[in-house]
């Protein structure tokens, strides 16, 4: 280890040996932040230092840490609006970032400290924008005398990855590297990724796509969605596996559910759990990925083009757009756009060269190195090596101080941030948390206690299959209910009319999309959209002659549709389990009292009447009946 100090900013005083101690702090929210720390840690081990990864996570007492993460798997997963509002608000309001670094360090801070101690740690690197925040204030204050590194994982930097009391920022890329100096007022400077050295070595192709089973011809296509396989893979399998053009195979990790609805699905590849993805890599033609995190880094490595699609909310909106600014990989808005990328990708040309080259020149330098640099010769040695970004003299944030040091924010300035931060929690309770507590049966309809050995049946309809007798007859002899939007309904009164004459439940599925003049999709307010769907059964009702009392969301439910529900004495309903007709597993069981929901939209008629048909089996085995959603209470 070093023998002497790191004092503020200056210089170790004395080397009595070459070995560093390296303390990194990442966090276990998702696999890139991990990813990137222990990679690191192998390479300084590599070296002959010692070096140890800690959980940010666990920094915060009451295990907070935990609570905060599942907190934002279900964000993600069920109102990723809600994290999209949270990740866009400090750059509508960057005054509140120093409130928040403040809390965050009384929060988490001592911990750090203490880890920092106990390691007798010679420099810290944190990979994760929190605890960057953390260290730049423990920094501040001359709590922590240890050098603090930054690595930025991302090629977005929100104004939470950067501090001005960071010694040095790293980054995968210029763009970022550029964007932390100018935010930060420190040095940055573009290492590229860290990657295991797995993906740096070549692999059988033919052998790799043997297993997969590809032909010579077949363009494979690698479909990957993060750790937590948050985003649209069952839509993009779907999408790229009904083109015919390419092979899609989906990585579904440990989503058994997942990998079972999509390995129904012809054309395609459905895997679970695998820990050879420079293989999968090495067969594939290209990968579409949806949030520009580690997977993308490790494609970037091997020289496998990237496409982005349906990029999920916050930072993987923002991630994708800089990287297709970067030229390392491009964006998909549209099907037709993703097919004609796929086209020009999966083969050789100007557009997958270009793609493979500027991936593989981000890889400059080696992180570790940097780090090792930087304790044993200071700052001034590292600011030489090419590729650093010099900042402006002046930090960006003191200049927006009058040119003075930010000072700790004072009592009323801590209430503002506090109330402010609250607005995002809020609106999680109010949306996904609402969500967590109906899926549970509070506030919507369930089973009456007397109904008998029965599930209850609900089939989304689309126009097409509205009209097709087989379905409507099905629906009669299954006593399912048969869920339409207003725009189907008012496009076709008379089979809605029709079908109530068979006895068939009507209830309503919503207002239908809402789409401008061009078609495309309109974005409404939580409450508007609420107050349409609910209000909408108004129509049907008009339609039938009779009330309609259920209304079926095709979304999750949020605080706004309990209470427009309420307000219009109508019940909402939250499905046990939905059924997508296209990738259905055709092991479905039913279980008495539940609540399944077919979602036809999309699907062909054909598609529905066989699922109807299984669902039918699965009944009479289970010696259940169907029940129509109306009998809910």
Request: charged share 20%; glycine share 10%; net charge neutral.
């Amino acid at each position: 280890m070093l023998l002497g100090s790191f004092g503020g900013k200056g210089r170790p005083l004395t080397l009595a040996l070459v070995r560093i101690r390296v303390l990194v702090v990442s966090a276990s929210m998702g696999a890139g932040h991990d990813g990137a720390a222990r990679e690191l840690v192998r390479r300084l081990q590599a070296e002959g230092h010692d070096a140890e990864m800690r959980d940010f996570m666990k920094a915060a007492p009451a295990r907070i840490g935990d609570l905060v993460r599942a907190s934002y798997e279900l964000q993600m997963r069920h109102a990723a609006w809600t994290y999209d509002l949270t990740y866009r608000l400090w750059y509508l309001l960057p005054f509140m970032c120093p409130p928040i670094g403040w809390f965050m360090c009384w929060l988490t801070g001592r911990r750090v400290l203490r880890w920092a101690n106990d390691y007798d740690a010679d420099v810290v690197v944190s990979t994760y924008p929190l605890a960057s925040t953390v260290l730049g204030q423990l920094r501040r204050h001359g709590r922590l005398a240890l050098p603090a590194v930054n690595f930025i994982t991302d090629f977005g930097v929100h104004p939470l990855w950067v501090h001005p009391d960071i010694d040095l920022n790293m980054a995968v890329h210029p763009r970022p590297a550029f964007e932390a100096a100018t935010k930060s007022g420190r040095p940055a400077i573009a290492t590229g990724p860290m990657v295991s050295p797995g993906f740096s070595v070549p692999h059988d192709r033919a052998e790799a796509r043997a297993d997969l089973g590809l032909r010579h011809e077949d363009r494979a296509v690698l479909i990957v969605a993060g750790s937590w396989g948050v985003g649209a893979v069952a839509k993009t399998f779907r999408a790229i596996a009904a083109g015919g053009r390419f092979v899609p195979i989906a990585v579904c990790g440990r989503d058994e559910r997942l990998r079972k609805r999509l390995s129904q699905i012809p054309g395609g590849r459905a895997l679970g759990w695998r820990d050879d993805m420079p293989a999968l890599m090495a067969a594939s033609d290209a990968l579409v990925e949806n949030a520009g995190g580690l997977t993308s880094m490790e494609a970037l490595q091997v020289g496998l083009p990237i496409i982005s699609y349906k990029p999920i909310a916050g930072h993987g909106k923002e991630n994708t757009a800089e990287m297709d600014e970067a030229g390392v990989s491009r964006v998909a808005h549209s099907t037709t756009e993703l097919f004609e990328l796929l086209d020009a990708v999966t083969q050789a040309g100007p557009t997958r060269r270009a793609m493979v080259d500027a991936g593989r020149d981000m890889f400059v330098s080696d992180p570790a190195d940097h780090v090792v640099d930087l304790v044993r010769n200071g700052l001034s040695d590292v600011t030489m090596v090419g590729g650093v970004v010099h900042p402006a003299p002046v930090p960006v944030a003191a200049a927006v101080a009058g040119g003075r040091r930010p000072q700790r924010p004072s009592a009323l300035v801590a209430r503002v941030a506090a109330a402010v931060a609250a607005v995002p929690l809020l609106w999680a309770a109010l949306t996904s948390g609402v969500g967590a507590v109906t899926a549970y049966g509070a506030g919507v309809a369930h089973p009456r206690g007397n109904v008998g050995p029965v599930a209850f049946i609900g089939v989304r309809l689309d126009g097409p299959e509205l009209v097709d007798a087989t379905i409507q007859q099905t629906l009669a002899s299954l006593h399912a209910t048969a869920v339409v939007d207003r725009t189907t309904a008012l496009e076709n009164p008379v089979a809605v009319q029709h079908l109530a004459s068979l006895e068939v439940d009507v209830e309503g599925g919503g207002a239908g999309p809402r789409l401008d003049r061009r078609g495309h999709r309109v974005t409404m307010t939580p409450w508007d959209r609420a107050q349409l769907d609910v209000g909408a059964n108004a129509s049907l009702t008009q339609i039938l002659g009779q009330p309609v009392k259920v209304f079926v969301p095709g979304r999750r439910l949020n605080a706004f549709d309990l209470v427009a529900t309420y307000t219009s004495h109508s019940r909402p309903v939250v499905p046990d389990q939905t059924f997508q007709p296209a990738d259905v597993d055709s092991s479905l069981h039913v279980v008495s009292h539940h609540v399944y929901l077919i979602n036809g939209v999309g699907a062909t008629s054909a598609q529905v009447e066989d699922l109807l048909q299984q669902l039918s089996t699965r009944l009479a085995d289970a010696h259940l009946q169907g029940a129509p959603l109306v009998m809910l209470r």
